[in-house]
């Protein structure tokens, strides 16, 4: 961005991308039900990374794509749960792409602590469990 230009969000709203003032997309429908999973995953996005008043736009931009291609995985898991078929090629594809950006937005596994306390062993083995 030039020096002397302010950010996006400094310019008067005539000046802005309708996108940057308010609508989810420059076409299409925001009521529709892929819309409406796509806006969810956004949030839960932004909610995992604290909030998206502290995200930049870059991150805000990868949370979008992610979205994007969670909601495109999801109806083609739709398509195979009613027995069609589906590209799956292009849903590994898909799947690995969502991966990178998850991973770039710090968005990690985490193991799962499945080890009992001693208190719980304890119990489990009085039960006759162990």
Wanted: one cysteine or more; glycine letters at 8%.
């Amino acid at each position: 961005m030039p020096p002397n230009r302010p950010p996006a969000t400094k310019l008067a709203p005539t000046q802005r991308s309708a996108v940057t003032n308010g609508p989810l997309f420059i076409d299409g429908d925001g009521n529709s039900p892929w819309s409406r999973r796509y806006k969810d995953l956004c949030s839960e996005h932004a909610s995992d990374l604290g909030g998206a008043d502290a995200l930049s736009q870059s991150q805000l931009s990868l949370i979008r794509r992610a979205a994007t291609l969670s909601v495109q995985l999801e109806q083609m898991e739709g398509r195979l749960s009613e027995g069609l078929d589906a590209d799956m090629d292009l849903f590994g594809r898909l799947a690995g792409h969502l991966r990178r950006i998850l991973e770039t937005l710090g968005i990690e596994r985490k193991a799962k602590n499945v080890t009992p306390t001693l208190q719980q062993y304890r119990a489990q083995r009085q039960v006759g469990r162990l």
